[in-house]
């Protein structure tokens, strides 16, 4: 019997899969090939009894994966096969499953248009943060983490999430606020954070870079009269307030990393801080040549809030403020290791090429386009011309 050996090229280095996937990959076609049918084709034919009996002889076939990863449920939805995802769905297909691209079945409807597939293809994972506090994180795209608070004030939603999951968001949010928001922040106008706007902002306060200033004219927020200051000595000189379900509610104005209105929203009775974009927890951070100035946000947190905050991110788990530290260690070493190669005259692509940041490489693994490429590119970019400062190892 022919063994398929299963292999990642990528940045032009030839790399084998973990062990454990590879010898599922081929457990995988083995099942097939002894069946002599394919549950791939069967999808892709739109031959609904075929998939059904070769699930039927073989339940272990609903998450087979082929060459490049897919699952059946994965290429029925690209098909945009309603019937053939909703049998995949019923014999225990996982709807979090990726390809080797990092892409769920909710993305593979979404790019050909199948938004008639959402509904049931999206997964909703809601966690109770406090007493009146949600993250509510849906199965699509980059997903996105959405902070709700619930009280007598209403509903408040901080981001927004994808448009082409707006709805199924807006029933998340309904189901532990029993109502639609009455207040929307957004931390930063990136579509993955504004893109449900238009169905969950409607009729609702909006609050993001933007507005701060027609708020506190409108009496919605107020400024802050002097700078938020950490132990020590770190200031945040700009932040704005409001009281919501009884607690005051904290926008601090950081821009100049991630984008330019970034905006960090502090719950500061539930102990709470949705940071948006600038805190990927599981990521390398997203802020091209602004490592700097990325630097300066993140120990300007660590500095300022408290040592029980629990930290949202935007894309990512939840983050305690020693993992913040261990992140913050983590910038530290791979900055370092690059700075070693810019001395030593080493191009981007040349570091790229010999992978000098492999060791970190699961870094990558969350957002698949915030690689170690990606990364050695925005410190080359933000060090290369020596008028940022180098931090040295362990500052």
């Known amino acids: 019997m022919a063994y398929a050996v299963v292999f990642l090229h990528r940045r032009r280095r030839l790399k084998t899969r973990q062990p454990t996937m590879a010898l599922a990959t081929v457990a995988c076609l083995c099942v097939r090939a002894a069946w002599g049918g394919d549950i791939h084709d069967a999808v892709l034919s739109r031959d609904g009894q075929r998939v059904g009996a070769l699930l039927a002889d073989d ?38 499953s990726r390809d080797r691209t990092g892409r769920m079945p909710s993305d593979a409807a979404g790019v050909r248009g199948h938004d008639h597939l959402l509904d049931i293809l999206v997964e909703n994972q809601t966690v109770k943060v406090s007493d009146h506090l949600y993250q509510i994180t849906l199965s699509y795209g980059l997903r996105p983490n959405t902070v709700v608070s619930i009280g007598s004030d209403g509903v408040l939603a901080v981001d927004t999430g994808h448009d082409r999951v707006a709805r199924e968001l807006a029933r998340a949010v309904h189901a532990v606020g029993k109502g639609r928001p009455t207040h929307v922040i957004n931390t930063h106008m990136h579509h993955d954070h504004v893109g ?41 000189d700009t932040w704005y307030s409001m009281r919501f379900n009884g607690e005051e509610v904290r926008l601090i104005h950081s821009p100049g990393a991630h984008s330019g209105g970034d905006l960090i929203v502090h719950f500061t009775s539930s102990g709470v801080v949705h940071m948006g974009d600038l805190l990927l927890s599981q990521s390398f951070p997203s802020v091209g040549e602004h490592v700097p100035e990325y630097r300066e946000i993140l120990d300007t947190v660590i500095d300022v809030f408290p040592p029980d905050t629990v930290f949202v991110s935007g894309h990512g788990r939840f983050s305690q ?43 990558g693994d969350f957002l698949r386009f915030l690689n170690t490429d990606n990364w050695i590119r925005a410190i080359y970019d933000s060090y290369a011309n020596e008028t940022a400062s180098i931090p040295p190892p362990g500052a």
């Open 196 to 236: 449900g706007n238009a169905v969950l902002a409607e009729g609702a306060t909006l609050i993001n870079h933007s507005t701060l200033e027609q708020c506190v004219a409108e009496g919605v927020i107020r400024k802050g009269e002097r700078p938020l200051r950490g132990k020590s000595g770190r200031v945040f």
């Open 59 to 96: 339940p272990r076939l609903v998450d087979c994966t082929d060459n490049k990863g897919r699952t059946p449920l994965h290429l029925a939805a690209f098909r945009g096969d309603r019937d053939i995802v909703e049998l995949l769905i019923a014999r225990g297909a996982k709807r979090g």
């Open 321 to 363: 403020l020693q993992d913040l530290h261990d992140y913050r260690a983590m910038l530290l070493k791979t900055i370092g290791a690059v700075n070693q190669q810019i001395k030593a005259g080493k191009s981007v692509e040349q570091m790229q090429q010999e992978d000098v940041l492999g060791e970190w490489e699961s870094w």
